[in-house]
């Protein structure tokens, strides 16, 4: 899916974290049409616009969760060919299915109605979650888990973005300056355990539509996927979509390692976003992988910007 790197870019990133998430998402987002992303290794999707069972195939049957960012139809209007096609092709059909989103949501809940009207026994369990921000969905994973963060979007209720973090180990701050002999050292005096202290690594972020989102929901992430529906602000009538620009600094300034832009506007040719893409990334001075999904690509025909 990535095959070339921004210049600049060091070949250490040929083998990064960031980059190996980067390639484990596949996905679609035309603005106003459909956005999904399929993240493989926690097999959760992000949203569940229009075309993703059709592009997912039998690989519907490894999604564990769909995590909803809001109600708008270009986000949530692939959730009944998405639960029909689960319930009857060629796959484990009693797989248990959560749907997560905000809590209150009232397209959601209209949607809720209409599956539980037209599918009335699934053959899975399927259970549909209303969250709020700061609500926490654990992982099969004993280290890893997602939490939920508001997002800047719709003008009532509430509209929700998604971390993806991984409790880790390091060593507490007074002792990181110490050699490789010092730390053996202390261990054998005080215990590995006194030395060392937990921290939640981000690992991945899922805006949904959003204006730019805050810097401390996304500091030291290994990968931020963000709203780029504009390529100038001047084309911004009302505030419920970030530009390239502002996407790009949000990145640049929490200091992620991989950027993945989507909900693009289909108003902006092909050359038109790849140009100033390159040109906001440049001015930026980021050194990271950036991919985006082009608006009028087909699913999983994401763009590496070089």
Known sequence: MLT?????LNNEFIMSLALNLLNSIEGYSRAKYSTWFYFRPDNTLFDAGEGVSTTL???????????????HGDHIGGIPGFLFSRASSMGDVEKPLEICYPKGDRNVQKMISYVQGILRDPPFELTWRGLSPGDRI????ENRFIDCFPTEHIRSGISLGYRILETRNRLRHEYR????SEIVERIRE?????????????????GGDSMPIP?????????????ATFLFPEDRQEKTHATVEEAVEVARKAGVKGLLLFHLSTRYRRSEIRKVIQEVVSRSGL??????????????????VD
Do not use: C, W
Request: glycine share 8%.
């Open 215 to 227: 810097t401390h929901y996304v500091e030291g992430a290994e990968v931020l996927l963000h709203d």
């Open 57 to 71: 195939s039998n690989r519907i049957y490894g999604v564990e969760r769909i995590l909803i960012s809001h109600g």
């Open 287 to 304: 050194k990271i992988p950036v991919v985006y999904s082009f608006p009028r690509g087909l699913p999983t025909n994401l763009q590496t």
């Open 190 to 206: 005080i215990g590995r355990q006194e030395m060392s202290e937990t921290y939640d690594k981000p690992l991945l972020i899922y």
């Open 177 to 180: 300056d110490l050699s490789q």
């Open 4 to 8: 070339r790197l921004p210049p600049g």
């Open 138 to 141: 654990e992982l099969p994973a």
